[in-house]
């Protein structure tokens, strides 16, 4: 369990001391000679100058450049920083199926420049201008059922579409045709990866307003918070949706704590989240999903909780919200403690297609994620073997498993929508209405 951290600068006054801290699941960032950024775990003996706090930057999930793409690993995560190069629409689906990279604005952005990184490098053999776009449609149709619940996947597969066909090729050569389709694919991928930051940015600043707004926040009555799975930088290009939030809130000084769920059965909350929060420095506590309940009744008053704040995978036309499994008894709990409920999501995750939730397709993951668990060895001294990585079982591999990916939270359990365009509340008929904020997408 993830003990409460403290500020950044107690941290330094404990590394001036020489005091080490243990269990040693603390991971901080060096600077190598070629100014690139990576990860290491403390250990209580390495030396004191190697650990750069004041140089901790935000994790980076993706790397690209034109024709090469980089996928942290993050089923590696916390005890190894790992880039897998992902060169295919292949290598991508598998990467985003096995959870390897995971968040709706991630997975969207890894399946567009996947693509695009295989067009770069001459997998499109077709000469027509008709069959090129086939074989585009056939590539992205591919990935987008590589995760069918993230709503931002196929907004990005119908973008991508509608830009290949959008090219004038009147008057062109079919090589000039292809060449003209290509390019216009590739930039608009990169635009997909560009737009996802300052998203974030204005997530976040929009949340920690309208919280603000609730509370009269001082420096007196700062809040905390609780997140569910994992919505930051490892989930996006880089800040985070829900935990963008979060960030913000502590970049103004309107942070007490945070807590973050375990969120089983893949633990992206214990594996990813906590590991963010520590390596960002914020003051933080990890619990497993079912203390949630037992928090807010006993912890409520006296640590401010004010709010439990989400991402999603999809928020259809009346709100209702899809996300990481666990988020509905959140919300439910939320509501009966007199605790806000708010999802981040950029528009892009909103779905105004459909209706209600009662439509939205669940994914079912395999039962092993339930029965089976693996880990860094954990030697009798209490260190951590990094080198050494194990699966054991944790239940009887007999039992019968049912494993929903996601669940639908009803509308009337959240009290906020935050998006890059602005905070939406529901109306006077209970029912949340996007019109407004994105008028063109109800033309």
Same mark, same amino acid.
Not at 282 to 293: E, N
């Given at each position: 369990?993830?003990?409460?951290?403290?500020?950044?600068?107690?941290?330094?006054?404990?590394?001036?001391? *020489?005091?080490?801290?243990?269990?040693?699941?603390?991971?901080?960032?060096?600077?190598?000679?070629?100014?690139?950024?990576?990860?290491?775990?403390?250990?209580?003996? !390495?030396?004191?100058?190697?650990?750069? =706090? #004041?140089?901790?930057?935000?994790?980076?999930?993706?790397?690209?450049?034109? +024709? /090469?793409?980089?996928?942290?690993?993050?089923?590696?995560?916390?005890?190894?920083?790992?880039?897998?190069?992902?060169?295919?629409?292949?290598?991508?689906?598998?990467?985003?199926?096995?959870?390897?990279?995971?968040? !709706?604005? !991630? =997975?969207?952005?890894?399946?567009?420049?996947?693509?695009?990184?295989?067009?770069?490098?001459?997998?499109?053999?077709?000469?027509?201008?008709?069959?090129?776009?086939?074989?585009?449609?056939?590539?992205? @149709?591919?990935?987008?059922?590589?995760?069918?619940?993230?709503?931002?996947?196929? #907004?990005?597969?119908?973008?991508?579409? /509608?830009?290949?066909? *959008?090219?004038?090729?009147?008057?062109?050569?079919?090589?000039? %045709?292809?060449?003209?389709?290509?390019?216009?694919?590739?930039?608009?991928?990169?635009?997909?990866?560009?737009?996802?930051? /300052?998203?974030?940015?204005?997530?976040?600043?929009?949340?920690?307003?309208?919280?603000?707004?609730?509370?009269?926040?001082?420096?007196?009555?700062?809040?905390?918070?609780?997140?569910?799975? #994992?919505? +930051?930088?490892?989930?996006?290009?880089?800040?985070?949706?829900?935990?963008?939030?979060?960030?913000?809130?502590?970049?103004? *000084?309107?942070?007490? &704590?945070?807590?973050?769920?375990?969120?089983?059965?893949? #633990?992206?909350?214990?594996?990813?989240?906590?590991?963010?929060?520590?390596?960002?420095?914020?003051?933080?506590?990890?619990?497993?999903?079912?203390?949630?309940?037992?928090?807010?009744?006993?912890?409520?008053?006296?640590?401010?909780?004010?709010?439990?704040?989400? +991402?999603?995978?999809?928020?259809?036309?009346?709100?209702?919200?899809?996300?990481?499994?666990?988020?509905?008894?959140?919300?439910?709990? %939320?509501?009966?403690?007199?605790?806000?409920?708010?999802?981040?999501?950029?528009?892009?995750?909103?779905?105004?297609?459909?209706?209600?939730? @009662?439509? =939205?397709? =669940?994914?079912?993951?395999?039962?092993?994620?339930?029965?089976?668990?693996?880990?860094?060895?954990?030697?009798?001294?209490?260190?951590?073997?990094?080198?050494?990585?194990?699966?054991?079982?944790?239940?009887?591999?007999?039992?019968?498993?049912?494993?929903?990916?996601?669940?639908?939270?009803?509308?009337?359990?959240?009290?906020?929508?935050?998006?890059?365009? *602005?905070?939406?509340?529901?109306?006077?008929?209970?029912?949340? &209405?996007?019109?407004?904020?994105?008028?063109?997408?109800?033309?």
């Amino acid at each position: 369990m993830l003990g409460d951290i403290s500020s950044r600068a107690f941290l330094k006054s404990l590394f001036s001391l *020489g005091i080490s801290l243990q269990p040693i699941q603390f991971f901080w960032c060096l600077i190598d000679q070629d100014i690139r950024l990576f990860l290491v775990p403390f250990k209580p003996q !390495a030396p004191l100058a190697q650990i750069n =706090i #004041n140089n901790m930057s935000a994790l980076e999930a993706i790397k690209y450049s034109r +024709g /090469k793409l980089e996928v942290l690993d993050q089923l590696r995560l916390p005890h190894e920083h790992h880039y897998d190069e992902v060169s295919t629409s292949e290598e991508a689906f598998d990467c985003i199926k096995a959870m390897r990279v995971r968040g !709706a604005p !991630a =997975i969207a952005i890894v399946a567009a420049l996947a693509a695009s990184v295989e067009l770069h490098n001459g997998s499109c053999t077709a000469t027509g201008t008709e069959d090129v776009i086939k074989y585009i449609d056939s590539r992205l @149709d591919y990935l987008y059922e590589s995760r069918p619940t993230a709503v931002d996947l196929g #907004n990005a597969v119908r973008l991508l579409k /509608k830009t290949v066909r *959008g090219i004038k090729t009147e008057g062109l050569t079919d090589a000039e %045709a292809k060449e003209a389709i290509i390019k216009a694919f590739i930039e608009a991928s990169e635009e997909i990866l560009a737009k996802d930051l /300052k998203t974030n940015k204005s997530i976040g600043a929009f949340g920690a307003k309208w919280l603000q707004e609730q509370y009269k926040i001082t420096d007196d009555s700062k809040i905390t918070v609780m997140t569910h799975c #994992n919505t +930051g930088s490892l989930a996006t290009s880089g800040h985070g949706t829900a935990l963008g939030i979060i960030r913000t809130l502590r970049d103004e *000084g309107l942070l007490r &704590h945070a807590y973050c769920t375990e969120t089983r059965p893949y #633990n992206q909350g214990s594996r990813l989240t906590a590991f963010e929060l520590v390596h960002e420095g914020i003051p933080a506590t990890l619990v497993t999903d079912s203390m949630a309940a037992a928090l807010f009744r006993l912890r409520k008053a006296e640590e401010n909780i004010a709010a439990v704040i989400v +991402g999603a995978d999809r928020v259809v036309r009346n709100g209702d919200t899809a996300n990481k499994i666990g988020t509905y008894q959140l919300a439910v709990l %939320a509501k009966h403690h007199g605790i806000k409920f708010m999802v981040a999501a950029p528009t892009t995750s909103i779905d105004v297609d459909t209706e209600t939730g @009662d439509d =939205i397709e =669940i994914e079912q993951r395999k039962r092993e994620e339930l029965t089976q668990i693996s880990g860094a060895v954990v030697n009798a001294d209490g260190s951590i073997d990094t080198s050494k990585s194990v699966r054991v079982a944790i239940a009887d591999q007999r039992i019968g498993v049912w494993n929903p990916g996601f669940d639908v939270t009803p509308h009337e359990y959240i009290d906020a929508i935050v998006t890059e365009k *602005g905070t939406v509340v529901k109306g006077e008929d209970g029912k949340f &209405h996007f019109e407004d904020l994105m008028p063109e997408r109800f033309q």
